[in-house]
């Protein structure tokens, strides 16, 4: 074994325990829900999870998963096109496509494969991609390889800033093909693309749009379609990716909604589709019934909605000041990254887990503790958890 390979990262990661940013794992014992058992700790209340429709424990998605490995077995066994794939993927991917508007999708095993191997597939040199500043850092990397990949353009427009959009694609006019790359809801921010906007400078400019909806899927519109639906606007998006690890079940997985021709060219030529197992069977059945759950139970995206502009408006009445916005993702600014890791330290003590974000994941001096609601919360859950952030808020001098 290389020791100074070991002595280099052993250095690094004591510098990070002595900044007090040092992350550490913690173990469940339970499955994901509302509260759930950690070890060591006993029963927590979640804040801190994506599983924004409480799908994670429901019976009907869990014994799907369950009837599908017994039907199908473990896996593949290799990639989709040299062994064979499964119904299962075929009819998941027809419900994804049906549920977020599009013709359309290919499944990934994860929504970061889905966005890698999205870009570098159908941009080519002469290409322009242009993304928002504060894009998931899925989005970014897959830009990045594809201009290590292809030579394309590639830009970076101030977040939410339509001007600066605009003035980039207009320098861009003589690019072969123009993509603009969004997050649907920005997951640090819990703050909703300007869609409607989008949709029309992309076809002021003869752009490809393309939204990454990993926040919005099960969680924005009437019935949880997403952003889309939510500015009225389904049918109406070229590229929709996300995630099946949220609101769709909360296990692993991820997509690329589009039209057949984008799909179909996926199939050929996408790296991560053509060199990966598919989505193990267990998960494309169990992701499968949460869509299928959804769609008959609308009532439960309206309790998320519920759940989280209650408990917006009694963390603000509390005396926090939580960034402004209408999404389950409420992230109270506090400062430096050190600060909001002993703030997630202090509310775990109080039986509240909900996890602080510093620098790099966000910019300096705006790290935050970011909670994240669920439909399966009760009255009584975010009370308790509201009672818990007024107690660690006066500790730490953020309230009075």
């Known amino acids: 074994m290389n020791q100074n390979f070991v002595r280099e990262l052993n250095a690094t990661l004591d510098q990070l325990k002595a900044d007090r940013v040092y992350k550490t794992l913690n173990h469940l014992e339970s499955p994901q829900a509302a509260r759930v058992r950690m070890e060591g700790r006993g029963e927590v209340i979640i804040l801190s999870s994506n599983n924004y429709l409480g799908l994670c424990d429901e019976p009907a998605v869990v014994d799907a998963g369950i009837d599908g490995l017994r039907k199908f077995g473990a896996g593949t066994g290799s990639v989709r096109f040299i062994c064979g794939t499964f119904t299962v993927h075929r009819e998941l991917e027809a419900a994804l496509a049906r549920f977020v508007g599009c013709e ?20 080519q040199e002469g290409d322009f991609v242009v993304s928002d500043a504060l894009n998931h850092a899925s989005i970014i990397d897959s830009i990045r390889l594809a201009k290590a990949i292809t030579k394309c353009t590639t830009a970076v427009y101030k977040h939410g800033d339509l001007d600066d959009l605009r003035a980039k694609l207009e320098g861009a006019r003589s690019a072969r093909r123009r993509l603009i790359w969004t997050d649907g809801v920005f997951s640090m921010e819990g703050s909703i693309a300007p869609l409607p906007d989008l949709v029309q400078i992309a076809r002021d400019h003869d752009a490809v749009l393309i939204v990454d909806d990993s926040h919005a899927t099960g969680v924005l519109g009437e019935r949880g ?40 060219y996926l199939v050929q030529r996408s790296r991560p589709q053509l060199f990966s197992n598919a989505l193990p069977p267990t998960v494309a059945a169990s992701a499968l019934a949460s869509v299928e759950f959804i769609e008959r139970h609308p009532e439960r995206v309206k309790a998320l909605r519920d759940n989280a502009r209650y408990f917006r408006e009694q963390i603000v009445e509390a005396g926090f000041k939580p960034l402004a916005g209408e999404t389950p993702i409420v992230p109270i600014i506090v400062g430096e990254t050190a600060a909001a890791i002993q703030m997630s330290n202090l509310l775990l003590d109080e039986g509240v887990f909900v996890t602080g974000f510093g620098f790099p994941v966000v910019p300096q001096g705006e790290a935050r503790v970011r909670c994240q609601i669920s439909a399966a919360h009760t009255k009584a859950d975010l009370d308790e958890a509201i009672g818990a952030f007024k107690r660690v808020g006066k500790k730490l001098g953020l309230v009075g």
């Open 104 to 123: 359309s999708s290919m499944s990934y095993v994860s929504a970061w494969n889905a966005n890698e191997g999205l870009t570098s597939t159908i941009v």
């Open 225 to 264: 379609r997403g952003t889309a639906e939510h500015f009225g606007l389904l049918g109406e998006i070229d590229v929709i990716t996300s995630t099946l690890g949220k609101a769709l079940g909360g296990a692993a997985g991820g997509f690329t909604a589009g039209p057949h021709a984008l799909t179909d």
